[in-house]
């Protein structure tokens, strides 16, 4: 990251008196100057981005909310990549810019190595679920069709 957009952005936080878990999105312009068009101050779907660059930021998070002590955290490592399996897919399907089967592998070879909201390979029924759904045409929008057995739970493990 830029240290001096880091610098600015940290800046603008402490402006506003914002103090909590906060994700920022920039688009860089053609004339090389970053625009600020999103602030998350919520959990964010890349979450698992942010966490699997700098282990312990939700847990950090957590700790912060709670008044408990916040342990120091490392820089975030860069080349940590993030997948969202799901738009992927669902593009492949809508898109197809090299094939159906084409595009579901280069989705899935991608997925190798990469952080993702929802594949966990302990883990493996939710996104089995949005896989297959996500291939049936019958099946329009699957992120609001869990199977029965499946409960939707937001949490974070202390």
């Known amino acids: 990251m830029d240290p ?6 940290e800046e603008l936080l402490r402006r506003i008196g914002w103090v909590g878990l906060v994700e920022l999105q920039f688009l860089t312009g053609k004339d090389g100057t970053p625009r ?83 594949v966990r390979l302990d883990d493996p029924g939710p996104v089995a679920h949005l896989l297959t759904a996500r291939l049936r045409p019958d099946d329009p929008d699957p992120e609001t069709t869990a199977p029965a057995d499946v409960v939707e739970v937001d949490a974070l493990a202390s």
């Open 4 to 9: 001096e957009l880091a610098r600015l952005s």
């Open 36 to 118: 600020l068009i999103d602030l998350n101050g919520r959990p964010f779907g890349s979450v698992a981005l942010a966490e699997g660059a700098r282990p312990g930021l939700l847990d950090a998070w957590v700790r912060g909310a709670l008044d408990r002590p916040v342990p120091p955290l490392p820089d975030g490592r860069v080349g940590v990549r993030y997948q969202w399996l799901v738009g992927d897919l669902r593009r492949a399907r809508t898109e197809r810019r090299g094939g159906l089967v084409r595009d579901v592998g280069d989705s899935l070879r991608w997925s190798v190595g990469a952080r993702h909201s929802l």
